[in-house]
Protein backbone atom coordinates (compact mmCIF):
# COMPACT_ATOMS: atom_id res chain seq x y z
CA UNK A 1 0.00 0.00 0.00
CA UNK A 2 2.90 2.09 1.29
CA UNK A 3 4.97 1.72 -2.69
CA UNK A 4 1.33 2.55 -4.39
CA UNK A 5 0.60 5.64 -2.27
CA UNK A 6 4.23 6.69 -2.84
CA UNK A 7 4.22 5.84 -6.92
CA UNK A 8 0.71 8.00 -7.07
CA UNK A 9 2.29 10.66 -5.15
CA UNK A 10 5.48 10.74 -7.59
CA UNK A 11 3.39 10.65 -10.74
CA UNK A 12 1.11 13.13 -9.65
CA UNK A 13 3.97 15.54 -9.08
CA UNK A 14 5.38 15.11 -11.91
CA UNK A 15 2.58 15.29 -14.12
CA UNK A 16 1.76 18.71 -12.66
CA UNK A 17 5.43 19.83 -13.57
CA UNK A 18 4.85 18.75 -16.69
CA UNK A 19 1.67 20.94 -16.85
CA UNK A 20 3.48 24.23 -16.10
CA UNK A 21 5.96 23.53 -18.77
CA UNK A 22 3.17 22.87 -21.26
CA UNK A 23 0.60 24.86 -20.05
CA UNK A 24 -1.51 23.91 -23.33
CA UNK A 25 -2.50 20.55 -22.31
CA UNK A 26 -5.73 20.14 -20.89
CA UNK A 27 -6.26 19.12 -16.89
CA UNK A 28 -8.45 16.31 -17.85
CA UNK A 29 -5.77 14.97 -19.77
CA UNK A 30 -3.20 15.29 -17.06
CA UNK A 31 -5.97 13.22 -14.80
CA UNK A 32 -6.21 10.90 -17.70
CA UNK A 33 -2.32 10.36 -18.09
CA UNK A 34 -2.78 10.16 -13.85
CA UNK A 35 -5.14 7.36 -13.76
CA UNK A 36 -3.13 5.83 -16.56
CA UNK A 37 0.11 5.09 -14.80
CA UNK A 38 -1.55 3.90 -11.86
CA UNK A 39 -3.75 1.76 -13.68
CA UNK A 40 -0.76 0.30 -15.20
CA UNK A 41 1.72 0.17 -11.86
CA UNK A 42 -1.15 -2.04 -11.09
CA UNK A 43 -1.90 -4.32 -13.55
CA UNK A 44 2.26 -4.88 -13.03
CA UNK A 45 1.98 -5.37 -8.98
CA UNK A 46 -0.93 -7.85 -9.64
CA UNK A 47 0.71 -10.17 -12.12
CA UNK A 48 1.53 -13.96 -10.45
CA UNK A 49 -0.81 -13.28 -7.67
CA UNK A 50 -4.03 -13.40 -10.13
CA UNK A 51 -5.69 -12.68 -13.35
CA UNK A 52 -5.65 -8.66 -13.61
CA UNK A 53 -8.27 -8.89 -16.59
CA UNK A 54 -9.70 -5.43 -15.48
CA UNK A 55 -6.78 -3.59 -15.25
CA UNK A 56 -5.96 -5.08 -18.79
CA UNK A 57 -8.96 -3.93 -19.87
CA UNK A 58 -8.78 -0.75 -18.40
CA UNK A 59 -4.54 -0.14 -19.64
CA UNK A 60 -5.81 -0.81 -23.18
CA UNK A 61 -9.10 1.44 -23.61
CA UNK A 62 -6.64 4.52 -21.28
CA UNK A 63 -4.50 3.88 -24.19
CA UNK A 64 -6.55 4.29 -27.06
CA UNK A 65 -9.21 6.80 -25.87
CA UNK A 66 -6.66 8.99 -23.89
CA UNK A 67 -2.68 8.67 -24.23
CA UNK A 68 -2.67 8.56 -27.96
CA UNK A 69 -5.35 11.34 -28.45
CA UNK A 70 -3.23 13.43 -25.72
CA UNK A 71 -0.28 12.84 -28.29
CA UNK A 72 -2.56 13.49 -31.33
CA UNK A 73 -3.48 17.08 -29.67
CA UNK A 74 -0.26 17.70 -28.97
CA UNK A 75 3.21 16.57 -30.71
CA UNK A 76 1.37 14.10 -33.96
CA UNK A 77 -0.66 16.92 -35.53
CA UNK A 78 0.37 15.99 -38.76
CA UNK A 79 -2.08 13.22 -40.14
CA UNK A 80 -4.65 14.31 -42.68
CA UNK A 81 -7.46 11.65 -41.83
CA UNK A 82 -6.94 10.36 -37.98
CA UNK A 83 -7.11 13.84 -37.02
CA UNK A 84 -9.11 15.02 -33.98
CA UNK A 85 -12.11 16.58 -35.04
CA UNK A 86 -12.75 18.44 -31.27
CA UNK A 87 -11.06 20.61 -29.45
CA UNK A 88 -8.92 18.75 -26.51
CA UNK A 89 -11.21 20.27 -23.67
CA UNK A 90 -14.54 19.38 -25.11
CA UNK A 91 -13.25 15.90 -26.07
CA UNK A 92 -11.53 15.13 -22.61
CA UNK A 93 -14.40 16.28 -20.82
CA UNK A 94 -16.34 13.32 -21.86
CA UNK A 95 -13.33 10.64 -22.20
CA UNK A 96 -12.37 11.01 -18.46
CA UNK A 97 -15.74 10.95 -16.79
CA UNK A 98 -16.63 7.67 -18.87
CA UNK A 99 -13.15 6.09 -17.98
CA UNK A 100 -13.37 6.44 -14.38
CA UNK A 101 -17.12 5.65 -14.39
CA UNK A 102 -15.46 2.43 -16.28
CA UNK A 103 -12.91 2.04 -12.90
CA UNK A 104 -16.06 2.19 -11.00
CA UNK A 105 -18.35 -0.49 -12.34
CA UNK A 106 -15.11 -2.77 -12.76
CA UNK A 107 -14.09 -2.40 -9.09
CA UNK A 108 -17.71 -2.15 -7.37
CA UNK A 109 -17.93 -4.16 -4.53
CA UNK A 110 -19.29 -7.53 -4.92
CA UNK A 111 -19.53 -10.70 -3.91
CA UNK A 112 -16.66 -12.57 -3.38
CA UNK A 113 -12.87 -12.10 -3.69
CA UNK A 114 -11.75 -11.18 -7.39
CA UNK A 115 -8.43 -13.74 -6.45
CA UNK A 116 -7.75 -17.17 -6.00
CA UNK A 117 -6.05 -18.84 -3.21
CA UNK A 118 -3.14 -20.06 -5.20
CA UNK A 119 -1.65 -22.74 -2.71
CA UNK A 120 -5.12 -24.46 -2.86
CA UNK A 121 -5.14 -23.90 -6.69
CA UNK A 122 -1.25 -25.16 -7.24
CA UNK A 123 -2.72 -28.06 -5.01
CA UNK A 124 -6.02 -28.52 -6.74
CA UNK A 125 -3.86 -29.00 -10.31
CA UNK A 126 -1.48 -31.30 -8.62
CA UNK A 127 -4.16 -33.79 -7.34
CA UNK A 128 -6.18 -33.77 -10.53
CA UNK A 129 -3.08 -33.62 -12.66
CA UNK A 130 -4.48 -36.49 -14.59
CA UNK A 131 -7.48 -34.86 -15.01
CA UNK A 132 -6.11 -31.45 -16.02
CA UNK A 133 -4.06 -33.34 -18.85
CA UNK A 134 -6.60 -35.32 -20.31
CA UNK A 135 -8.57 -32.15 -20.15
CA UNK A 136 -6.08 -30.04 -21.39
CA UNK A 137 -5.53 -32.61 -24.61
CA UNK A 138 -8.76 -32.50 -25.67
CA UNK A 139 -9.49 -28.90 -25.62
CA UNK A 140 -5.85 -28.58 -27.57
CA UNK A 141 -6.93 -31.31 -29.73
CA UNK A 142 -10.64 -29.53 -30.43
CA UNK A 143 -9.23 -26.14 -30.85
CA UNK A 144 -6.48 -27.31 -33.24
CA UNK A 145 -9.39 -29.14 -35.94
CA UNK A 146 -10.84 -26.45 -36.05
CA UNK A 147 -8.20 -24.48 -37.23
CA UNK A 148 -7.72 -26.22 -39.99
CA UNK A 149 -11.47 -26.99 -40.58
CA UNK A 150 -12.21 -23.26 -40.49
CA UNK A 151 -11.69 -22.19 -44.18
CA UNK A 152 -13.65 -24.85 -45.79
CA UNK A 153 -17.12 -24.04 -43.65
CA UNK A 154 -20.00 -22.22 -44.63
CA UNK A 155 -20.18 -18.56 -43.32
CA UNK A 156 -23.01 -19.18 -40.65
CA UNK A 157 -20.80 -21.57 -38.90
CA UNK A 158 -17.95 -19.41 -39.30
CA UNK A 159 -17.73 -17.31 -36.24
CA UNK A 160 -18.49 -20.48 -34.04
CA UNK A 161 -15.64 -22.24 -35.42
CA UNK A 162 -13.63 -19.48 -35.16
CA UNK A 163 -13.64 -19.17 -30.83
CA UNK A 164 -13.42 -23.08 -30.99
CA UNK A 165 -9.78 -22.54 -32.55
CA UNK A 166 -9.18 -20.62 -29.87
CA UNK A 167 -9.83 -23.40 -27.58
CA UNK A 168 -5.74 -24.44 -28.77
CA UNK A 169 -4.52 -22.07 -26.61
CA UNK A 170 -6.89 -22.83 -23.80
CA UNK A 171 -5.66 -26.42 -23.94
CA UNK A 172 -1.69 -25.58 -24.22
CA UNK A 173 -2.44 -23.18 -20.46
CA UNK A 174 -4.08 -26.39 -19.11
CA UNK A 175 -1.08 -28.14 -19.41
CA UNK A 176 1.31 -25.39 -18.47
CA UNK A 177 -0.56 -25.24 -15.41
CA UNK A 178 -0.65 -29.57 -14.91
CA UNK A 179 3.52 -28.52 -15.60
CA UNK A 180 2.96 -31.89 -18.17
CA UNK A 181 6.05 -33.16 -19.48
CA UNK A 182 6.69 -31.16 -22.94
CA UNK A 183 4.29 -28.37 -21.74
CA UNK A 184 6.43 -25.83 -23.85
CA UNK A 185 6.58 -27.51 -27.08
CA UNK A 186 2.51 -27.22 -26.63
CA UNK A 187 2.64 -23.60 -26.29
CA UNK A 188 5.19 -23.40 -29.25
CA UNK A 189 2.32 -25.64 -31.41
CA UNK A 190 -0.28 -23.04 -30.12
CA UNK A 191 1.28 -20.02 -30.97
CA UNK A 192 2.84 -20.94 -34.55
CA UNK A 193 -0.24 -20.71 -36.14
CA UNK A 194 -1.06 -17.32 -35.10
CA UNK A 195 2.05 -16.27 -35.60
CA UNK A 196 2.43 -17.11 -39.24
CA UNK A 197 -1.47 -15.90 -39.43
CA UNK A 198 0.30 -12.74 -38.44
CA UNK A 199 2.80 -12.66 -40.69
CA UNK A 200 1.07 -13.58 -43.94
CA UNK A 201 -1.80 -11.57 -43.30
CA UNK A 202 0.05 -8.27 -41.67
CA UNK A 203 -2.38 -8.46 -39.19
CA UNK A 204 -0.54 -8.95 -35.28
CA UNK A 205 -3.43 -8.00 -33.10
CA UNK A 206 -4.34 -11.79 -31.80
CA UNK A 207 -0.68 -12.69 -31.93
CA UNK A 208 -0.46 -9.54 -29.57
CA UNK A 209 -3.75 -10.29 -27.49
CA UNK A 210 -3.01 -14.44 -27.01
CA UNK A 211 0.98 -13.61 -26.01
CA UNK A 212 0.02 -10.78 -23.07
CA UNK A 213 -2.68 -13.40 -22.30
CA UNK A 214 0.33 -16.13 -22.00
CA UNK A 215 2.34 -13.63 -19.89
CA UNK A 216 -0.66 -13.23 -17.54
CA UNK A 217 -0.81 -17.29 -17.20
CA UNK A 218 2.96 -17.58 -16.99
CA UNK A 219 3.52 -15.00 -13.79
CA UNK A 220 0.60 -16.77 -12.63
CA UNK A 221 1.93 -20.33 -12.49
CA UNK A 222 5.48 -19.97 -12.29
CA UNK A 223 5.14 -17.01 -9.71
CA UNK A 224 7.78 -14.70 -11.08
CA UNK A 225 9.31 -11.80 -9.23
CA UNK A 226 9.80 -8.07 -10.34
CA UNK A 227 12.74 -8.68 -12.43
CA UNK A 228 11.72 -11.14 -14.76
CA UNK A 229 8.28 -9.35 -15.14
CA UNK A 230 10.68 -6.49 -16.42
CA UNK A 231 12.31 -8.18 -18.41
CA UNK A 232 9.45 -9.74 -20.17
CA UNK A 233 7.72 -6.48 -20.22
CA UNK A 234 10.94 -4.76 -22.20
CA UNK A 235 10.73 -7.88 -24.67
CA UNK A 236 6.95 -7.54 -25.36
CA UNK A 237 7.55 -3.46 -25.75
CA UNK A 238 10.80 -3.86 -28.32
CA UNK A 239 8.21 -6.69 -30.37
CA UNK A 240 5.55 -4.28 -30.46
CA UNK A 241 7.30 -1.01 -31.41
CA UNK A 242 9.39 -3.17 -33.99
CA UNK A 243 6.26 -4.77 -35.75
CA UNK A 244 4.93 -1.29 -35.62
CA UNK A 245 8.03 0.23 -37.71
CA UNK A 246 8.13 -2.67 -39.99
CA UNK A 247 4.34 -3.22 -40.48
CA UNK A 248 3.30 -0.44 -42.95
CA UNK A 249 6.46 -1.35 -45.60
CA UNK A 250 5.46 -4.43 -45.42
CA UNK A 251 1.61 -4.73 -45.77
CA UNK A 252 3.34 -1.60 -49.02
CA UNK A 253 5.43 -4.59 -49.94
CA UNK A 254 2.72 -7.60 -50.36
CA UNK A 255 0.60 -4.68 -51.91
CA UNK A 256 3.16 -4.04 -54.65
CA UNK A 257 5.72 -6.05 -57.13
CA UNK A 258 6.33 -8.73 -54.50
CA UNK A 259 3.47 -10.48 -53.95
CA UNK A 260 4.73 -13.50 -55.11
CA UNK A 261 7.63 -13.34 -52.98
CA UNK A 262 7.50 -15.65 -50.15
CA UNK A 263 6.26 -14.18 -46.86
CA UNK A 264 8.98 -15.04 -44.79
CA UNK A 265 11.30 -13.99 -47.10
CA UNK A 266 9.94 -10.63 -48.01
CA UNK A 267 9.29 -10.12 -44.17
CA UNK A 268 13.04 -10.61 -43.41
CA UNK A 269 14.03 -8.18 -46.27
CA UNK A 270 11.58 -5.63 -44.79
CA UNK A 271 12.41 -5.96 -41.16
CA UNK A 272 16.54 -6.06 -42.34
CA UNK A 273 16.25 -2.91 -44.09
CA UNK A 274 14.46 -0.97 -40.99
CA UNK A 275 17.40 -2.12 -38.67
CA UNK A 276 19.66 -0.26 -41.10
CA UNK A 277 17.57 2.86 -41.88
CA UNK A 278 17.12 5.83 -39.21
CA UNK A 279 13.53 5.76 -37.49
CA UNK A 280 11.92 8.91 -38.85
CA UNK A 281 9.48 11.15 -37.71
CA UNK A 282 6.28 9.35 -39.82
CA UNK A 283 7.25 5.97 -37.95
CA UNK A 284 5.58 7.89 -34.92
CA UNK A 285 3.31 9.63 -36.58
CA UNK A 286 2.15 6.31 -37.80
CA UNK A 287 2.56 4.60 -34.53
CA UNK A 288 0.45 7.15 -33.07
CA UNK A 289 -2.44 6.86 -35.86
CA UNK A 290 -3.03 3.10 -35.02
CA UNK A 291 -3.15 3.52 -31.34
CA UNK A 292 -5.28 6.41 -31.64
CA UNK A 293 -9.05 5.16 -31.24
CA UNK A 294 -9.85 8.55 -30.05
CA UNK A 295 -10.25 10.19 -33.66
CA UNK A 296 -13.36 8.12 -34.26
CA UNK A 297 -14.34 9.23 -30.93
CA UNK A 298 -13.84 12.59 -31.56
CA UNK A 299 -15.49 12.38 -35.17
CA UNK A 300 -18.56 10.99 -33.24
CA UNK A 301 -18.99 13.58 -31.17
CA UNK A 302 -18.31 16.10 -34.33
CA UNK A 303 -21.10 14.30 -36.05
CA UNK A 304 -23.94 13.34 -33.26
CA UNK A 305 -25.81 15.40 -32.44
CA UNK A 306 -25.50 18.19 -35.06
CA UNK A 307 -25.86 15.65 -38.01
CA UNK A 308 -27.32 12.46 -36.96
CA UNK A 309 -29.31 12.48 -33.95
CA UNK A 310 -28.86 9.59 -30.34
CA UNK A 311 -30.15 5.93 -31.23
CA UNK A 312 -31.62 6.20 -28.20
CA UNK A 313 -30.04 2.54 -27.37
CA UNK A 314 -31.11 1.15 -30.78
CA UNK A 315 -27.54 -0.32 -31.27
CA UNK A 316 -26.92 -1.88 -27.91
CA UNK A 317 -30.80 -3.08 -28.32
CA UNK A 318 -30.35 -4.58 -31.59
CA UNK A 319 -26.64 -6.00 -30.55
CA UNK A 320 -28.00 -7.72 -27.66
CA UNK A 321 -30.74 -9.45 -29.76
CA UNK A 322 -28.79 -10.59 -32.07
CA UNK A 323 -26.10 -12.12 -29.87
CA UNK A 324 -28.88 -14.41 -28.11
CA UNK A 325 -31.11 -14.79 -31.34
CA UNK A 326 -29.70 -17.54 -33.74
CA UNK A 327 -29.93 -15.77 -37.22
CA UNK A 328 -32.36 -18.38 -39.02
CA UNK A 329 -34.98 -16.99 -36.35
CA UNK A 330 -33.18 -13.49 -37.64
CA UNK A 331 -31.87 -13.36 -40.73
CA UNK A 332 -31.84 -9.55 -41.27
CA UNK A 333 -29.58 -8.97 -37.65
CA UNK A 334 -27.11 -6.41 -37.73
CA UNK A 335 -23.41 -7.90 -38.79
CA UNK A 336 -20.82 -6.69 -36.21
CA UNK A 337 -17.91 -5.36 -36.91
CA UNK A 338 -18.20 -1.51 -37.95
CA UNK A 339 -21.96 -1.38 -39.11
CA UNK A 340 -22.71 1.67 -37.73
CA UNK A 341 -19.41 3.45 -38.96
CA UNK A 342 -21.01 5.28 -41.38
CA UNK A 343 -23.95 6.56 -40.19
CA UNK A 344 -22.37 8.00 -36.54
CA UNK A 345 -18.81 9.17 -38.24
CA UNK A 346 -20.23 10.65 -41.84
CA UNK A 347 -17.43 8.20 -43.17
CA UNK A 348 -17.87 5.50 -46.06
CA UNK A 349 -15.70 2.94 -45.50
CA UNK A 350 -14.10 1.63 -48.35
CA UNK A 351 -12.14 -2.17 -48.34
CA UNK A 352 -11.45 -1.51 -44.94
CA UNK A 353 -13.54 -2.24 -41.42
CA UNK A 354 -13.39 -0.25 -38.76
CA UNK A 355 -15.64 -0.08 -35.29
CA UNK A 356 -16.90 2.85 -33.15
CA UNK A 357 -15.55 1.25 -30.51
CA UNK A 358 -17.49 1.04 -26.99
CA UNK A 359 -17.15 4.53 -25.50
CA UNK A 360 -18.06 5.93 -29.23
CA UNK A 361 -20.86 3.68 -29.59
CA UNK A 362 -22.00 4.57 -26.02
CA UNK A 363 -21.91 8.84 -27.20
CA UNK A 364 -24.02 8.01 -30.31
CA UNK A 365 -26.74 6.20 -28.62
CA UNK A 366 -26.70 8.33 -25.16
CA UNK A 367 -24.79 10.96 -25.08
CA UNK A 368 -22.44 12.94 -22.85
CA UNK A 369 -24.04 11.98 -19.48
CA UNK A 370 -25.67 8.46 -21.00
CA UNK A 371 -22.67 7.67 -22.39
CA UNK A 372 -20.69 7.61 -19.08
CA UNK A 373 -23.38 6.01 -17.11
CA UNK A 374 -23.33 3.05 -20.30
CA UNK A 375 -20.00 2.54 -19.57
CA UNK A 376 -20.75 2.09 -15.56
CA UNK A 377 -23.01 -0.60 -16.55
CA UNK A 378 -20.68 -1.98 -18.98
CA UNK A 379 -18.32 -2.38 -15.85
CA UNK A 380 -20.68 -3.79 -13.72
CA UNK A 381 -21.38 -6.52 -16.24
CA UNK A 382 -17.92 -7.40 -16.90
CA UNK A 383 -17.72 -6.88 -12.39
CA UNK A 384 -20.44 -8.99 -12.17
CA UNK A 385 -19.58 -12.42 -14.84
CA UNK A 386 -15.77 -12.23 -13.03
CA UNK A 387 -17.35 -12.39 -9.28
CA UNK A 388 -19.31 -15.75 -10.42
CA UNK A 389 -15.89 -17.10 -12.58
CA UNK A 390 -13.62 -16.55 -9.18
CA UNK A 391 -16.69 -17.71 -7.12
CA UNK A 392 -16.32 -21.01 -8.94
CA UNK A 393 -12.77 -20.88 -9.40
CA UNK A 394 -13.18 -21.49 -5.25
CA UNK A 395 -13.64 -25.03 -6.35
CA UNK A 396 -12.83 -25.05 -9.62
CA UNK A 397 -9.48 -23.40 -10.04
CA UNK A 398 -9.22 -24.53 -13.39
CA UNK A 399 -11.90 -22.23 -14.36
CA UNK A 400 -10.20 -19.21 -14.14
CA UNK A 401 -7.35 -20.37 -17.11
CA UNK A 402 -10.73 -19.90 -19.40
CA UNK A 403 -11.14 -15.72 -18.47
CA UNK A 404 -8.61 -15.18 -21.78
CA UNK A 405 -11.13 -16.84 -24.18
CA UNK A 406 -14.63 -15.41 -22.15
CA UNK A 407 -12.87 -11.49 -22.43
CA UNK A 408 -11.24 -12.59 -25.78
CA UNK A 409 -12.86 -8.84 -27.32
CA UNK A 410 -14.28 -7.75 -24.19
CA UNK A 411 -10.86 -6.33 -23.28
CA UNK A 412 -10.52 -4.55 -27.35
CA UNK A 413 -11.48 -1.22 -26.79
CA UNK A 414 -11.54 -0.53 -29.93
CA UNK A 415 -14.30 -3.16 -31.00
CA UNK A 416 -17.97 -2.31 -30.80
CA UNK A 417 -20.52 -3.52 -28.31
CA UNK A 418 -22.37 -5.96 -30.76
CA UNK A 419 -18.98 -7.63 -31.62
CA UNK A 420 -18.26 -7.93 -27.33
CA UNK A 421 -21.40 -9.20 -26.60
CA UNK A 422 -21.64 -11.52 -29.49
CA UNK A 423 -18.07 -12.77 -29.24
CA UNK A 424 -18.71 -13.38 -25.34
CA UNK A 425 -22.32 -15.16 -25.37
CA UNK A 426 -20.82 -17.57 -27.79
CA UNK A 427 -18.08 -18.36 -25.67
CA UNK A 428 -19.97 -18.66 -22.68
CA UNK A 429 -21.88 -21.57 -24.59
CA UNK A 430 -19.01 -23.45 -25.49
CA UNK A 431 -17.32 -23.12 -22.12
CA UNK A 432 -20.13 -24.47 -20.14
CA UNK A 433 -20.89 -26.95 -23.01
CA UNK A 434 -17.45 -28.50 -22.58
CA UNK A 435 -17.68 -28.32 -19.43
CA UNK A 436 -20.18 -31.16 -19.59
CA UNK A 437 -18.63 -32.67 -21.74
CA UNK A 438 -15.19 -32.63 -19.92
CA UNK A 439 -17.16 -33.44 -16.55
CA UNK A 440 -18.38 -36.70 -17.78
CA UNK A 441 -15.89 -37.65 -20.03
CA UNK A 442 -13.21 -36.89 -17.07
CA UNK A 443 -14.07 -36.21 -13.80
CA UNK A 444 -12.01 -35.07 -10.96
CA UNK A 445 -10.16 -37.46 -8.67
CA UNK A 446 -10.69 -35.20 -5.61
CA UNK A 447 -9.54 -36.57 -2.49
CA UNK A 448 -12.59 -36.13 0.58
CA UNK A 449 -9.56 -34.14 2.58
CA UNK A 450 -8.59 -31.70 -0.73
CA UNK A 451 -12.81 -31.02 -1.23
CA UNK A 452 -12.76 -29.73 2.29
CA UNK A 453 -9.77 -27.50 1.77
CA UNK A 454 -11.14 -26.27 -1.49
CA UNK A 455 -14.42 -25.14 0.37
Do not use: C
Amino acid sequence: MVTRIVFALITLIGLFIFRGINPAVQITTIYILFFFFNVMFDFFTRLGKNIPIKQLTLVIAIVQWGVAPFLSYHYYTNSEFYFMQIDEDQYMSFIFPAVIFLFLGLFLPLFGKHSIDLTKAIEFFRVNKETMISRGKLLFIVGLISQIITPFLPKVLAFAIFLLGKLIFIGAFYLYASKVRYRYLYLLVAFVPVIISAAQQSIFHDMFLWGGFLFIIYALIDQIGTIKKLFVFSVAIFIFFFVQLIKGDYRASIQLEQVNKDRSDLLKEVATDKLNADIDDDYYQGLVDRLNQGWIIARIMYVVPTYEPYADGETIVEAIKSAFVPRFLMPNKIVSGGYYFSRFTGIDLRETSMNLGLVGEAYANYGLSGGVFFMFLFGVFVNVVLSIVYFYGRKTPEIVLWIPFLFLYMIKAEDDFATMINQFTKALYIMFGLFIVMRRMYPYRVAEKIKEQLN
